[in-house]
């Protein structure tokens, strides 16, 4: 069983759908949690961390339930721009991440 | 310039060669990391070093081997390449911080034949 697990996708919305992701993440000691953005043949870069009390970044909300253990990430009005792999990664001890292999999305206009 | 670079950013090489990977960084961080990603896998830790001194195996380190030469320089060795060590491979640094960013390099497309 991986330890972090994501739906792969893919998922195809067209422009301006709201789509939600989720993840699942076996290690109970895991004690940070993250979204990461991987374009096509790129390095993955920080979307935006995840926290109990849950966070927003503009068009994007983060929720955590760890006692399903359990991570979200709902994107609103999607553009073209947010095509992309969506990484969900649990962080360990020692600053350690452990990725899950992805949820590709493919927004169309 | 990048913060974090890579070389180099493609090779082709043949079963049984040995192949180094460079990694350097001008962020000051002293963590760094090496990881292999493969289709359908996500990204998988190799090694990774919390300073000159430290270094230590990850998820899969068999068949690999890494040098810290200093702070900002974290080289990753394949002794003697094989077919299923074909993958895109990351470096990635970060700060001492548990809950710290890491912030990856561009990547190296390695093709063992």
């Known amino acids: 069983r991986k330890e972090v697990e994501q739906d792969p996708g893919p998922f195809n919305v067209p422009e301006g759908a709201t789509v939600a992701f989720n993840c699942t993440y076996s290690?109970?000691?895991?004690?940070?949690f993250f979204w990461y953005r991987q374009d096509c043949r790129k390095e993955p870069k920080l979307l935006m961390s995840?926290?109990?009390s849950g966070n927003e970044d503009g068009r994007f909300t983060a929720q955590l339930n760890r006692a399903s253990q359990y991570i979200s990430l709902l994107i609103r009005d999607s553009k073209l721009s947010d095509s992309a792999t969506y990484l969900c990664?649990?962080?360990?001890?020692?600053?350690?991440?452990?990725f899950g292999a992805g949820t590709i999305l493919r927004v169309k206009s | 310039d990048a913060d974090v670079t890579q070389t180099p950013r493609n090779r082709i090489t043949k079963t049984g060669k040995r192949i180094m990977l460079e990694c350097s960084q001008t962020k000051g961080h002293d963590r760094m990391y090496w990881y292999r990603q493969d289709p359908g896998l996500g990204l998988r830790l190799i090694y990774y070093s919390f300073d000159v001194k430290d270094i230590n195996k990850g998820e899969i380190s068999d068949g690999y081997s890494v040098s810290r030469q200093a702070q900002a320089k974290f080289s990753l060795s394949l002794e003697s390449a094989i077919p299923n060590q074909t993958a895109l491979y990351f470096c990635?640094?970060?700060?001492?911080?548990?809950?710290?960013?890491?912030?990856f390099g561009p990547g190296t497309r390695l093709t063992v034949l």
């Open positions: 990635a640094t970060s700060q001492v911080r548990q809950s710290d960013t890491q912030y």
């Open positions: 995840v926290y109990s």
């Open positions: 290690n109970s000691a895991s004690q940070s």
């Open positions: 990664v649990a962080g360990e001890y020692g600053n350690k991440l452990v």
